[in-house]
Every structure is written in structure tokens, then in C-alpha cells.
């Protein structure tokens, strides 16, 4: 059994201090080397252009680190990663892992493997990571086992 109430669907687990932190850092950059080109009298058009270009690529790798979320709904999970997407129903998630050390949660799931979920991640915010963790985890205890459909393998 689980300590933790499960929390009311659909809900969206993600790092907000971090991604904070990613956002403001990707916009702050960007606008910092774009002004930078834009009073370096001494470049090209053609230099200003690459360094826009430059800090729009940064800024765009920025928000990509800040893309990590969990959405857990009636039917499953959503996990999205950095660059990945994955939908899971309630079934497929064995267990909701988050250990000591550990820099995100693992999702063990029906197939043998095990899915890194970074939109639950200690870095900043440790206390939140671990409320989502168990909140995560009790909605898959309750949704796994309740499943009106419930493979019987």
C-alpha cells in the first residue's frame, strides 16, 4: 500500500524550477548575443546573422532541457522527454521508481524494460520530485489494479 492519496486526473508532473530556470536562461541568452551583434559596429550583416542564428540555437537546445514532463490521464501516462514521446496505458507500469541518488524517475514496465520519466526530477526542487514520485506511484498502484479490462497473464 501506498502513504500517498492518489492525485486527481489528469494531472501534469514537471520540474518547475528547473524548467524556470531553462526558460529564463534560453531567453536571457538569446537576447544578451543578439544585442551583442546588433552594437558590434565593426560586423558584417552577414556575422550579425550567424550570431542571431547562434543564440537562437542555444536557446533552442535551452528549451529543449526544459521540454520534460509527465501527464498521467484516465487512460495512461504520457511520458515526454528531451526528444521523445511515449504513451503508456495504466497496465503497462509495474512500479514507480525514484532512489537515492537517482537524477529522475524510472518507470518498470510489463515489457522488461525501464523508462526514464525526467519530468519528475530532484535537482532543485528534491521534496517536490519525491510528492510527485509518490503521487505518480499511487495512481499507478490504483489504476494498474483496478482496470476494468486487466490482462489475466
Known amino acids: 500500500m501506498s502513504d500517498a492519496t492518489p492525485a486527481q486526473l489528469p494531472v501534469t508532473f514537471r520540474p518547475g524550477r528547473t524548467r524556470a ?9 538569446f537576447v544578451v548575443i543578439t544585442l551583442i551583434a546588433l552594437l558590434l559596429e565593426q560586423l ?12 537562437a540555437l542555444l536557446a533552442g537546445v535551452l528549451f529543449l532541457l526544459a521540454r520534460p514532463k509527465v501527464v498521467a490521464d484516465e487512460s495512461g501516462v504520457t511520458v515526454v522527454n528531451i526528444v521523445s514521446r511515449r504513451r503508456l496505458d495504466w497496465a503497462e507500469i509495474l512500479r514507480v521508481n525514484l532512489r537515492p541518488g537517482d537524477p529522475w524517475v524510472f518507470l518498470d514496465l510489463s515489457d522488461g524494460t525501464s ?14 520530485a519525491i510528492a510527485d514520485a509518490r503521487a505518480l506511484r499511487a495512481l499507478a498502484e490504483t489504476r494498474s489494479s483496478a482496470g476494468p479490462e486487466a490482462p489475466g497473464n
Not at 558584417?44 to 543564440?55: D, L, Y
Open 44 to 55: 558584417s550583416g552577414g556575422e550579425r546573422v550567424s550570431f542571431v542564428f547562434t543564440a
Open 115 to 128: 523508462l526514464p520519466a525526467l519530468g519528475i526530477q530532484p535537482g532543485i526542487a528534491k521534496q517536490q
Open 21 to 29: 530556470v531553462l526558460l529564463t536562461a534560453g531567453v536571457a541568452l
